[in-house]
């Protein structure tokens, strides 16, 4: 009986195995099948790192764009108080106007300040109006500018007056009041006061009674006057009528000649009796 005998060599070379499958051993076969390993512990640490840097970076330059925005594109000065301010109406509330000056907040002009204003004045601001604004407080609780209308008119007046007193320009007004001291007249929002030693043809000696009568009789006139003192600090405002009696009357007397025309009839009172006329 014969036998055929196969050799080691035939096996292997005709049956070897697919080391793809199975690999050259259980190291090969594990880097096969499992994932790359995971990075190690000072590699994490090292990524959180520079991402906790970049976030740092991002949020300071974030920082740094707003304060430019600030400083450079909604450039505004905090109110102070006493300051002058132009705003918008922006809306009117129960409790006042809301105005906006380029603040972080709009002011409020409470409701006690608009009662100060005339009718006329009062009707002119809406929503949309431009005004002129003091500043009462910076910040009350709520962080908005507490302002006022009327105190920006009579703190203009303020600066008309000074204007006026230096020019040395005549200013017509009316009288509306009086005390035994002399007369009251308005200045815009201001009142004004005209002293007696300072009222064209006064007597310096009267009677109580009589000095009174006088005085009450000049309430309702237009009268010239110069200003003599400005003292915002102390809110005085002085008159004299002497010192513009002479101004006063050559514009008078421009005034009557501008108007007069050929034929008209006047009537008129004889102050004094010349030798060439009356």
């Not at 697919?18 to 076969?29: F, N, R, T």
Request: charged share 30%.
């Amino acid at each position: 009986m014969e036998l055929e005998v196969f050799s080691d060599s035939s096996v292997q070379n005709d049956q070897a195995p697919d080391e793809s499958l199975y690999g050259a051993g259980p190291a090969s076969l594990a880097a096969a099948i499992l994932p790359h390993p995971a990075q190690s512990t000072e590699d994490v640490q090292s990524e959180h790192s520079e991402q906790s840097e970049q976030g740092e970076q991002g949020k300071q330059e974030a920082q740094n764009e707003l304060s430019a925005y600030l400083a450079n594109e909604y450039d505004y000065q905090a109110p102070v108080r006493g300051d002058i301010r132009t705003g918008t109406v922006v809306e009117e509330t129960d409790y006042g106007l809301l105005v906006d000056i380029g603040f972080k907040r709009e002011g409020i002009v409470p409701v006690n300040d608009l009662e100060r204003l005339d009718d006329e004045t009062r009707a002119q601001i809406q929503v949309g109006s431009e005004v002129s604004v003091f500043v009462l407080r910076p910040e009350n609780r709520e962080g908005q500018p507490v302002l006022s209308i009327h105190q920006a008119r009579v703190y203009e007046d303020w600066i008309k007056a000074e204007e006026l007193m230096k020019s040395g320009e005549v200013y017509e007004g009316v009288v509306s009041g009086c005390n035994r001291g002399g007369l009251i007249v308005k200045f815009g929002k201001i009142r004004g006061f005209v002293p007696a030693s300072q009222i064209t043809g006064f007597p310096r000696r009267m009677k109580e009674d009589q000095r009174r009568e006088r005085l009450e009789s000049m309430v309702g006139e237009t009268i010239g006057l110069k200003i003599i003192e400005v003292d915002r600090r102390r809110r005085r405002l002085i008159f004299s009528q002497r010192r513009a009696m002479n101004a006063w009357q050559d514009m008078q007397r421009d005034r009557v000649m501008a108007e007069l025309t050929e034929g008209e009839i006047r009537h008129g009172r004889v102050t004094s009796l010349t030798d060439f006329g009356a």
